[in-house]
């Protein structure tokens, strides 16, 4: 918020763009604040990038190509989760990857990765990613994120399964009896890393299971009820954040 109450735009800059208490903002950005927000000399810009900064300042100069912003303060950003949450989403039906990408950015996820598993229907090329690394920027300006989380490039299922190398690793199974995310003991300053496998629509084979389990997965229940797969992965990331004190 602005010092008058008013909701101020949140905009994400690369650090070689800040120098001697001065920001440049360059390309799509400057359209978007001149044609679209109508900005002006003078208005007040939210910046923030990966250095865990916000950066609130106002418009000093404007030309075609960019807007220069002068820096009136610097806090930290609170709004990054200590928690870095990976999710491992085998690649839906539709646009439901979209909506997946949106709620896990909007609850916390430090990083998305599109899975293509033996029993994904849809197998899109790389080129998609870079929508939804789109969806994802604009999720994580409207939830006021410190960073944009990454969508990574589409893997195959063992691989991204053998590139995962976080501290707990969780795979959702909807075949598991024995244990929950509550058997998990999820406690903050424990796990600092976690990566969350959800499987597509049918979801993963016992094969899958059985290789992702031998790479340390823990395989765990959602409960009673039968998920959608675009429904558990932000219900896990809700549950995560909430166990780790995040929301």
Same mark, same amino acid.
Request: overall charge positive.
């Given at each position: 918020m602005g010092s008058d109450g008013v909701s101020v735009t949140r905009f994400y800059i690369e650090q070689q763009?800040?120098?001697?208490g001065k920001i440049l903002i360059k390309g799509k950005d400057v359209n978007h604040i001149l044609k679209v927000l109508r900005k002006k000399e003078n208005d007040m810009l939210e910046l923030c990038n990966s250095d865990n900064l916000l950066y609130n300042g106002h418009i000093t100069s404007i030309s075609q190509d960019f807007i220069e912003?002068?820096?009136d303060r610097t806090n930290e950003n609170i709004t990054e989760p200590a928690t870095k949450l990976t999710i491992l989403q085998c690649i839906p039906k539709g646009d439901?990857?979209?909506?997946?990408?949106?709620?896990?950015?909007? #609850?916390?996820?430090?990083?998305?990765?599109?899975?293509?598993?033996?029993?994904c229907v849809s197998?899109?090329?790389?080129?998609?990613v870079t929508r939804w690394n789109a969806i994802s920027e604009e999720?994580?300006?409207?939830?006021k994120r410190g960073r944009i989380p990454k969508v990574s490039d589409i893997s195959?299922?063992?691989?991204?399964?053998?590139?995962?190398?976080?501290?707990?690793?969780?795979?959702?199974?909807e075949l598991e009896k024995a244990q929950t995310l509550h058997d998990l003991n999820l406690v903050p300053?424990?796990? +600092?890393?976690?990566?969350?496998?959800?499987?597509?629509?049918?979801?993963?084979?016992? +094969?899958e299971v059985e290789y992702?389990?031998? +790479?340390?997965?823990?395989?765990?229940? #959602?409960?009673?009820?039968? #998920?959608?797969?675009?429904?558990?992965?932000?219900?896990v990331a809700g549950i995560i954040m909430f166990c780790m004190n995040e929301i």
């Open positions: 763009n800040i120098a001697d912003v002068t820096i439901k990857m979209a909506v997946v990408i949106q709620k896990c950015v909007e #609850l916390g996820a430090f990083e998305v990765v599109p899975v293509l598993s033996e029993r197998r899109p090329e790389n080129k998609k999720a994580a300006k409207q939830c195959e299922f063992n691989h991204a399964v053998d590139l995962t190398d976080t501290d707990l690793k969780i795979i959702c199974y300053d424990k796990v +600092k890393t976690i990566s969350v496998l959800v499987g597509p629509e049918g979801g993963l084979s016992e +094969k992702a389990c031998k +790479k340390g997965f823990v395989p765990v229940s #959602l409960g009673k009820r039968i #998920l959608r797969t675009e429904t558990a992965a932000p219900t």
